[in-house]
C-alpha cells in the first residue's frame, strides 16, 4: 500500500519541478556564441584566403596547414565569446526576434565568408 | 579483402560516426518537433526529455568525434605533398589538382567542406546546452524551440555538405 503511494506522482509538484520560470538569457547567449562561432569560422577562412601572412599565421600545425589555426582560433573565440555572454545574459530575459534576426545574418554571413567561390576572388 | 589503417580511419570518420550521427540527428529532432504542450502528458514530457537529451548531446559529441578526426587523422594524408616522381595515386589532393577534369573537386569540394563541417559541432553544442537548460520548458516556448530546432537543421546541413562531398572526393580520389 505504502509503496503504491509513494509511486503516485502528484501533478502540483511535477509541473512545479519541469515548468518553473527560468531567465533565457543562457539560452540565448549559447544560441549567439555558436551563431558567432560560425562567423568567425568564416571570417577566418576568408582572412586566411586573402593574406599570405595570416594564412601562414594560422599554421598551427604542418601536417594539417592552416586550417589547424583557423579551427583552433574559432574554438577558442566561442568558448570565450560564449562565457562572456553567459555572464552578461545570466538573469536577463531577451526578446527572441531580435536573437532570430542576428543569428541569420550571422549564420548567412559566416557561410558566405568560407564559400569558395566567395574567398577565391581575394586570393593574392 | 583487407583494409589499410588509412582506410580504415576514413570509414571511422565518414561512415561509422556518420551514421550515427543521422540516427541521433533524426531522433533529436523528432522529439524536439513533437515536444509540445498539449500533445504529451506531464509523465510522457520526462520520459521524452531523456532521449531528447541523448539525441541532442549525441549529435554533438558524434559531430566533435567527426570533424577532429577528419581534421587531425585524415586530412593530412589528404593534403601530404608527393615527393618528386612519386605515385599520385598515394597523393588524392596532388592527384585531383593534377587533372583539368577533377581539380574542382578540391578547389571547390574539399575547400568548402574542411571549413563548414566545423559548423555542425558549434551549432549542436549550443543546441544541447539550450535543451538541457530549458529542458521541459520548451514544450510551452514555441520561439525558443523553433529557433533551436532552426540551429539544429542547420547543423545537419552543414555536415550534409561535408559528408556528401566527403564520400564523392574520397570516391574520385581515395585516401589508401
Known sequence: MSETASSVVNPAALEAELFSPRPNGPAVAAILAGAIGVFILGLNTFLAAAAVGVSKWFNFQNRVGPLSGKTTMTGVAWLVIWGLLSAVLWRRNVRLEWVWAIVIILLVVGNLLMFPPIFDRVEP | ?176
Open chain 2, 1 to 176: 579483402m583487407e583494409l589499410s589503417n588509412r582506410e580504415a580511419w576514413t570509414i571511422v570518420h565518414g561512415m561509422t560516426v556518420g551514421a550515427l550521427f543521422l540516427v541521433a540527428f533524426a531522433g533529436g529532432m523528432a522529439e524536439l518537433w513533437s515536444l509540445r504542450d498539449g500533445l504529451v502528458t506531464l509523465g510522457g514530457i520526462k520520459d521524452k526529455l531523456w532521449r531528447l537529451y541523448v539525441g541532442v548531446w549525441g549529435m554533438a559529441i558524434v559531430a566533435w568525434v567527426t570533424v577532429v578526426t577528419g581534421t587531425y587523422v585524415v586530412y593530412p594524408w589528404y593534403r601530404a605533398a608527393p615527393p618528386k616522381g612519386a605515385d599520385l595515386a598515394n597523393y588524392p589532393r596532388s592527384l585531383l589538382l593534377a587533372d583539368p577534369n577533377k581539380d574542382l573537386w578540391h578547389k571547390f569540394g574539399m575547400e568548402w567542406k574542411e571549413h563548414i563541417a566545423w559548423a555542425a559541432p558549434i551549432l549542436a553544442t549550443a543546441v544541447a546546452f539550450v535543451v538541457t537548460y530549458y529542458g521541459a520548458r520548451l514544450a510551452r516556448d514555441n520561439k525558443m524551440r523553433w529557433l533551436i530546432m532552426a540551429m539544429f537543421v542547420a547543423a545537419f546541413a552543414a555536415a550534409a555538405v561535408a559528408g556528401v562531398f566527403g564520400a564523392l572526393i574520397n570516391k574520385a580520389a581515395p585516401v589508401r
